[in-house]
């Protein structure tokens, strides 16, 4: 089931403000009109330039996952080494033993700018959220929480940057995260049903 519409009602679960989107070429683009008209103007660019472009992990930014004193990110990781790993996967990992760690908004945007979308079904843009490096990737997203740290008076410390805030294993039920697609995210495409193949493939 690679390609399918990215983030259409990623959104719908949560009580946050639900925009209108509109569905060109199977991706939502009315949250990142900026990004797209940045593709548009953009010369071609290699997939690193792309990455560190696009994906510009702006790590301690507003993500609409964060309540409270809670913050969601994702890290690119590995369950299956290969030898021949796509480029995308090569330099998400990179990326990752950077210490590198995405907010849902960040993957959704490079979904929709159509990263890695020579992998995609009929080379078309897809959720790398749900389909990481496409079919029989053996890579997934790890989901990881973070708590406000405090002070020794027990204030809490000014939310100046994602070091700000301390790695948990768990946070209160109420408040994690369920974006659409998260069922899939944390399943290498090699693992999930036909390999992560689009249902039309043959
Ligand atoms: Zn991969």
């Given at each position: 089931m690679l390609f399918r519409s990215v983030s259409q009602s990623r959104y719908s679960g949560h009580n946050f403000v639900c925009f209108p989107v509109t569905i060109v070429g199977g991706v939502s683009q009315s949250r990142y009109t900026e990004e797209w008209a940045y593709r548009l103007l953009a010369p071609k660019k290699t997939l690193m330039q792309k990455l560190s472009g696009?994906?510009?992990?702006?790590?301690n930014g507003f993500s609409y996952l964060d309540k409270s004193i809670y913050k969601v990110r994702y890290r690119y990781s590995e369950r299956y080494s290969k030898d021949n790993s796509r480029d995308f996967c090569v330099q998400m990992m990179r990326r990752t033993n950077n210490g590198v760690v995405y907010r849902i908004e960040d993957i959704d945007a490079a979904s929709n700018l159509g990263?890695?979308?020579?992998?995609?079904?009929?080379?078309k843009p897809y959720d790398l959220f749900r389909f990481?490096?496409?079919?029989?990737?053996g890579h997934f997203w790890t989901e990881q929480l973070y708590q406000r740290k405090k002070n020794p008076d027990g204030t809490l410390k000014e939310?100046?940057?994602?070091?700000?805030n301390e790695q948990v294993a768990t946070i209160p039920k109420t408040y994690q995260p369920n974006p659409r697609g998260s069922g899939d995210a944390n399943t290498p495409p090699i693992d999930m049903p036909n390999n992560g193949h689009h249902p039309n493939n043959k």
């Open positions: 696009v994906i510009k992990s702006n790590p990263i890695n979308e020579e992998h995609g079904h009929k080379g990481k490096g496409g079919v029989n990737c939310d100046k940057a994602l070091s700000s």
